[in-house]
């Protein structure tokens, strides 16, 4: 196992607000010193260390943000890890896309601890979550499966998802524990009550779109970007019903991460324009509120997630960076 270390200095930009009733959006990003690696999908851990992949580098890696220190824990080769999330023991779980599997990494030995997938059509571990009790929930693109990884026993249970080619995408879970997920192949959503382990599949309201991202908010409701059409989407449980927004920059925008804060403000990526558009929307409104340009342009930013303790939202660009968007107050109405 081999470590790198390097420090990297912050590239900083305060863009002013373009909509009148927003507050300014502070984005940094540090570059990370191994180029061409498409860093992606951190996490945060409970020391503040940001957490992240290098899908073409074939690593994973910590950022500092107080003191800017990058360090690498290379993969076994062709591993293409495609996201990560920290435990509470502060163990690194990542998703070994090319390899068909689930990795352990624990930082302070660099010992890795891999659990295959137990079918081989299951060829590509996507996206992580972890539930309640601290098991992992995952999407299996290209093998069309949803996944539950049991921590202590190391059993992987599989369930395929009935429509052809529907590419398991993005995933959450809600307050219940259900399990919520894009199908980002089909017009669908997908949904698994734990209990009984079944999927279901919900039909979004048009046969073109094709979420890709998904998160939820105080309410229940679960949201999710349509990539293909250019939309903000929101689906209600209890009343099976969606209500759907354009994005800003129109259907090409290509809306791609995406994550809710603490005040139920959805944030999400238009990674169809240049450069890329960090966008806020406000529910309570139903208005978008602010639209921030990344500097470093973004190339594409694909996963992100919410830091509570700081309010801000990180997530990783093709541009080779980490970045911290830090979010503004609510603004009054």
Do not use: C
Request: aromatic share 10%.
């Amino acid at each position: 196992m081999k470590l790198l270390t390097a420090a990297v200095s912050a590239l900083l930009v305060i863009a002013a607000a373009p909509i009148p009733e927003s507050s300014p959006i502070e984005i940094r990003e540090w570059k990370v010193p191994w180029e061409n690696t498409r860093p992606r999908d951190p996490y945060v851990d409970a020391q503040g260390k940001v957490w992240f992949v290098g899908q073409t580098g074939h690593y994973v890696a910590s950022l500092d943000p107080a003191s800017g220190e990058f360090k690498r824990y290379e993969l076994e080769p062709g591993t293409g890890p495609h996201n990560l999330i920290v435990d509470a023991e502060g163990q690194v779980w990542y998703a070994g896309n090319l390899k068909a599997h689930i990795g352990r990494l624990d930082p302070a030995t660099g010992k890795i601890v891999k659990y295959p997938m137990p079918d081989a059509a299951a060829r590509d571990p996507h996206t992580l979550v972890f539930d309640s009790r601290g098991d992992i929930w995952f999407t299996v693109q290209g093998g069309n499966f949803v996944g539950k990884l049991e921590r202590a026993s190391g059993k992987v249970t599989l369930l395929p998802v009935a429509t052809p080619r529907a590419r398991p995408y993005g995933i959450l879970l809600d307050a219940k524990g259900n399990v919520w997920f894009n199908l980002f192949g089909s017009d669908k959503l997908g949904f698994i009550d734990p209990a009984k382990m079944q999927i279901e599949e919900i039909t979004m309201p048009r046969a073109e779109a094709r979420g890709r991202r998904i998160d939820l908010t105080s309410d229940g409701r679960i949201w999710y970007v349509d990539y293909a059409g250019g939309q903000l989407g929101a689906y209600d449980p209890a009343t099976r019903q969606f209500k759907e927004w354009p994005a800003p920059s129109g259907a090409s925008s290509r809306p791609y991460a995406m994550a809710v804060d603490d005040q139920d403000r959805i944030w999400f990526v238009e990674t169809g324009v240049r450069p890329n558009k960090f966008v806020g929307f406000d529910p309570r409104s139903e208005k978008f509120f602010s639209v921030t340009d990344i500097a470093s342009g973004g190339g594409a930013v694909r996963h992100m997630v919410f830091h509570k303790p700081t309010g801000s939202i990180w997530f990783g660009t093709d541009a080779g960076t980490i970045g911290r968007a830090t979010l503004p107050q609510r603004v009054a109405p």
